[in-house]
């Protein structure tokens, strides 16, 4: 695994005597896409103000390549880029315009650095157009184009594709990417949009009444997988194998849209294709629906995401 660029370490917030985010720990490497996921109200942006310094940290702390934000703010601070909420663009002025003026807050940034990320955001050509003529996706790439200014190791997106047609979508997707394995920069993304967060995150944090409750990746589905999984057959005749599997392997299928479903172990399939072929029963298909982020989602919260 690389290097952890963000590290949480028991991170903490209370208001009053009401503790609403109870001792978050967790690490973010260089070059991986983080996904930040919850119920409305779970913590997700109080989290995210805490990890760049626009909320007071009760207790804990968040470390920066190494650089704590409550102790080393200001040296912890440049090696983040982060919308949070919508990018902030002067509508008046053309993107290059925007750039530029954000570039003269930034010590060091030259017109080298402004023509890089122009092109790594692909807005070559739109770039001397006025902000106020651009689409929301091609907002949404100046902004991540301002926040990469400064070359930052670790880069915060706070819904970065709401709003977005799904179009823009898959433009902010593949950006996102794109940053992480080409510029080895750690992205971590807080969405609502589930089957956006699958396509383009390497492992999800699944937040919850201000708590961590899992951390997996996206791509790991045996991390997830029970032990008895759903198995869809096409099968001939369909009766006779459900007859089968009930007298040869005990196992109770039943009929559902024309195909024989049932409940099994992975390991057991080949012995059942086995005795169907034995037995005269044409296997045409046999599919194992995949549990998406969605399904595992509402399975560790127990709940709706609006919930």
Avoid: W
Wanted: proline share 4%.
């Amino acid at each position: 695994m690389s290097e952890a660029a963000m590290k949480i370490i028991n991170l903490k917030k209370s208001i009053g005597k009401k503790e609403i985010i109870k001792g978050l720990d967790f690490e973010i490497h260089k070059g991986e896409v983080f996904g930040f996921i919850g119920p409305n109200g779970a913590g997700k942006t109080t989290t995210i103000r805490m990890m760049v310094g626009l909320m007071k940290i009760t207790d804990g702390d968040v470390h920066i390549l190494g650089k704590s934000i409550k102790q080393d703010y200001k040296e912890a601070i440049k090696e983040v880029g982060a919308i949070v909420e919508n990018p902030e663009m002067y509508p008046f002025m053309t993107g290059m315009q925007n750039l530029k003026h954000f570039a003269r807050m930034i010590p060091g940034v030259t017109m080298e650095n402004i023509k890089e990320v122009v092109s790594l955001v692909n807005l070559e050509k739109a770039i001397h157009d006025k902000v106020g003529k651009y689409s929301l996706g091609m907002r949404q790439r100046l902004g991540i184009a301002q926040a990469l200014l400064h070359h930052p190791s670790v880069l915060i997106l706070d819904e970065p594709t709401n709003g977005l047609d799904p179009a823009g979508i898959r433009e902010i997707r593949h950006y996102v990417r794109r940053l992480a394995t080409e510029k080895n920069v750690a992205v971590i993304i807080s969405s609502h949009l589930l089957s956006e967060v699958e396509l383009m995150c390497d492992r999800i944090g699944i937040i919850k009444n201000g708590e961590l409750i899992a951390i997996q990746s996206v791509n790991d589905n045996e991390q997830m997988e029970p032990e008895a999984i759903t198995v869809q057959l096409e099968v001939r005749p369909a009766n006779k194998a459900i007859e089968l599997l009930k007298t040869n392997h005990q196992i109770d299928a039943t009929l559902t849209r024309g195909l024989v479903t049932l409940q099994i172990g992975r390991e057991q399939i080949p012995n059942i294709i086995k005795t169907f072929v034995e037995h005269d029963v044409s296997v045409y298909q046999v599919e194992i629906p995949k549990s998406t982020l969605e399904d595992k989602f509402f399975d560790v919260i127990g709940e709706s995401v609006n919930g």
